[in-house]
């Protein structure tokens, strides 16, 4: 993880700084960030990912940066207990056929509740809108979904 300062705005008793922060995960995802570290904690302005990541990671990526972000301003982080080891920047998905099956179950599930199914891929597995599209497309070729056109 790399933290350096963006810019610093004091304002009477208080400041607030921004961060420029990157991710570099060992299975090659990215993420980069842009966090505000105040009195009252850290806030995340602008994230970007590759591979995107799900909502539940997105909603911790502010406690996975807090220690560097501290740190880097000279402040110390208050740790929570039980506190988690190292993570992953997209939950582990299955490969080959059980990855297929799971993502035929997932987009099956989205169509049933009337919300856009390659979104809902999208959010399980943690890939980008292509990579959702190709794992669907493997699935249908697996059997596991319908085709997508008839054949004449």
């Not at 990157?22 to 970007?48: H, I, K, M, P, T």
Request: charge should be negative.
């Amino acid at each position: 993880m790399s933290v350096w300062p963006a810019w610093e705005v004091r304002e009477d008793a208080g400041a607030m700084a921004w961060f420029d922060v990157r991710l570099v995960f060992s299975d090659g995802a990215r993420v980069d960030a842009l966090a505000v570290v105040a009195q009252g904690g850290v806030c995340l302005e602008d994230v970007r990912a590759t591979p995107a990541l799900s909502l539940d990671d997105l909603g911790v990526l502010a406690d996975w940066i807090e220690g560097p972000l501290f740190a880097a301003c000279g402040r110390e982080p208050e740790v929570a207990a039980g506190e988690a080891g190292p993570r992953r920047a997209r939950p582990a998905w299955p490969r080959g056929l059980e990855g297929r099956w799971l993502v035929a179950q997932e987009y099956r599930a989205a169509q049933e509740d009337g919300v856009d199914p390659v979104l809902a891929v999208m959010c399980a597995t943690g890939h980008s809108r292509r990579k959702s599209l190709r794992l669907i497309s493997q699935a249908r070729d697996a059997g596991f979904l319908t085709p997508r056109h008839a054949r004449r």
